[in-house]
């Protein structure tokens, strides 16, 4: 069975600038669209980042124009560049599939921005 980890999370001060990555043990990424997606202490997990049809890629209003998904198959990674960083944006950030599937999800990476 496939997984993915995810990695790159930190501390980072309001408008700084991450990098998370998705690893997949696995060729998932040719067969699935992917997502990110991001669970803030006390709220539910949300979408983030979410690969449609063809090569459109939608993001949740609060990220659009910061964030941006990429990826690389040969690598068989997953990359969201998140720049502007505000500290709403703190949570532990997942990968996935796009919908998303009980059998993926991953222990996320934590996501701090903090002055």
């Known amino acids: 069975q496939v997984q993915l980890v995810e990695s790159g999370g930190g501390l980072v001060q309001p408008g700084g600038s991450l990098r998370l990555s998705c690893a997949a043990s696995?060729?998932?990424?040719?067969?699935?669209?992917m997502g990110w997606y991001r669970q803030a202490p006390g709220k539910q997990r949300e979408w983030v980042a979410r690969?449609?049809?063809?090569?459109?890629?939608n993001y949740v209003d609060s990220v659009k124009g910061r964030f941006t998904l990429s990826r690389d198959n040969a690598k068989n990674t997953m990359y969201l560049q998140m720049n502007s960083l505000k500290p709403e944006d703190t949570a532990i950030y997942y990968c996935?599939?796009?919908?998303?599937?009980?059998?993926?999800w991953g222990q996320g990476t934590q996501v701090t921005v903090s002055s």
């Open positions: 996935n599939t796009s919908p998303p599937s009980s059998r993926y």
């Open positions: 690969e449609m049809d063809g090569s459109r890629t």
């Open positions: 696995g060729n998932i990424f040719s067969i699935f669209p």
